[in-house]
């Protein structure tokens, strides 16, 4: 057991996990078009807890469905009244996929915070669709029904499963790092990267490159035909008051390459 598990049910009932957002970019203007959600929790005395380990210490004391409602709550909460257009991503985790209940949580999520439905992404991992496919895509299918788009995230750093992209209803690839570290420097890393964004094309599917450090990076993504990016080099994660702001000022950080 975590030495933190015992007080993770407190730490939510008190608000104390924080929902840090992380800009994404377009490729074709660097304007901002919206912000992935990215739960942390600092505990008294204790180092940040990331999201991934956060929801393993949920997982141990049967909290996921609890901590999951609050991310999606609070986030949708907060998007409320991001301007315009603006898309809010929320990661979605394979308890979530098991919960026969997920697609009527998530559309009582989006009833109670008024947040358009089209505006939502949901972003799913390889490794949460290991078990039960079918029953994933069911489930994802009566959300995007209602509008709300789905993105498998991390591509390239699992096993590639091709069935996901026949099975799943799918809008968007997300790239994993690993994808596009050596797409400066290494022309194999580059043709692969060219692969991936024809396959996209032509499954009707945008690509949205994460991890990008370097300028060189950027201008590669932008190049070779994604639709956004995010990484360090444009911002790190950071608190909902800060992207605010920075959505406000809506600087036009990186000129079309």
């Given at each position: 057991?975590?030495?933190?598990?015992?007080?993770?049910?407190?730490?939510?009932?008190?608000?104390?996990?924080?929902?840090?957002?992380?800009?994404?970019?377009?490729?074709?203007?660097?304007?901002?078009?919206?912000?992935?959600?990215?739960?942390?929790?600092?505990?008294?005395?204790?180092?940040?807890?990331s999201g991934d380990e956060l929801f393993t210490i949920a997982g141990q004391t049967?909290?996921?469905?609890?901590?999951?409602?609050?991310?999606?709550?609070?986030?949708?909460?907060?998007?409320?009244?991001?301007?315009?257009?603006?898309?809010?991503?929320?990661?979605?985790?394979?308890?979530?996929?098991?919960?026969?209940?997920?697609?009527?949580?998530?559309?009582?999520?989006?009833?109670?915070?008024?947040?358009?439905?089209?505006?939502?992404?949901?972003?799913?991992?390889?490794?949460?669709?290991?078990?039960?496919?079918?029953?994933?895509?069911?489930?994802?299918?009566?959300?995007?029904?209602?509008?709300?788009?789905?993105?498998?995230?991390?591509?390239?750093?699992?096993?590639?499963?091709?069935?996901?992209?026949?099975?799943?209803?799918?809008?968007?690839?997300?790239?994993?790092?690993?994808?596009?570290?050596?797409?400066?420097?290494?022309?194999?890393?580059?043709?692969?990267?060219?692969?991936?964004?024809?396959?996209?094309?032509?499954?009707?599917?945008?690509?949205?490159?994460?991890?990008?450090?370097?300028?060189?990076?950027?201008?590669?993504?932008?190049?070779?035909?994604?639709?956004?990016?995010?990484?360090?080099?444009?911002?790190?994660?950071?608190?909902?008051?800060?992207?605010?702001?920075?959505?406000?000022?809506?600087?036009?950080?990186f000129p079309p390459s």
């Open positions: 057991m975590h030495p933190l598990a015992d007080v993770l049910s407190g730490a939510i009932e008190r608000n104390e996990v924080e929902i840090q957002f992380q800009p994404q970019f377009s490729c074709a203007d660097g304007g901002i078009i919206g912000a992935e959600a990215l739960a942390r929790w600092a505990p008294d005395e204790a180092a940040e807890v049967a909290l996921s469905h609890s901590l999951s409602q609050y991310v999606f709550d609070a986030a949708l909460k907060e998007a409320h009244d991001w301007p315009g257009e603006m898309r809010l991503s929320l990661n979605i985790t394979a308890g979530d996929l098991a919960d026969p209940e997920f697609a009527d949580r998530m559309a009582d999520s989006l009833a109670r915070s008024a947040f358009l439905p089209g505006r939502l992404t949901l972003e799913i991992t390889e490794q949460a669709l290991v078990d039960e496919l079918d029953r994933s895509a069911e489930r994802l299918q009566k959300l995007v029904e209602l509008g709300v788009k789905v993105a498998l995230d991390d591509f390239g750093a699992g096993f590639c499963n091709f069935r996901y992209l026949k099975a799943l209803p799918l809008h968007y690839l997300k790239l994993d790092r690993s994808m596009v570290e050596g797409i400066g420097t290494d022309m194999r890393d580059l043709e692969v990267l060219r692969g991936i964004v024809a396959m996209a094309c032509a499954l009707d599917l945008d690509v949205v490159a994460e991890g990008i450090e370097t300028q060189v990076q950027r201008e590669a993504v932008t190049r070779e035909g994604c639709m956004a990016w995010q990484g360090f080099l444009g911002a790190k994660p950071m608190a909902a008051a800060e992207f605010r702001s920075l959505v406000k000022s809506r600087p036009l950080f």
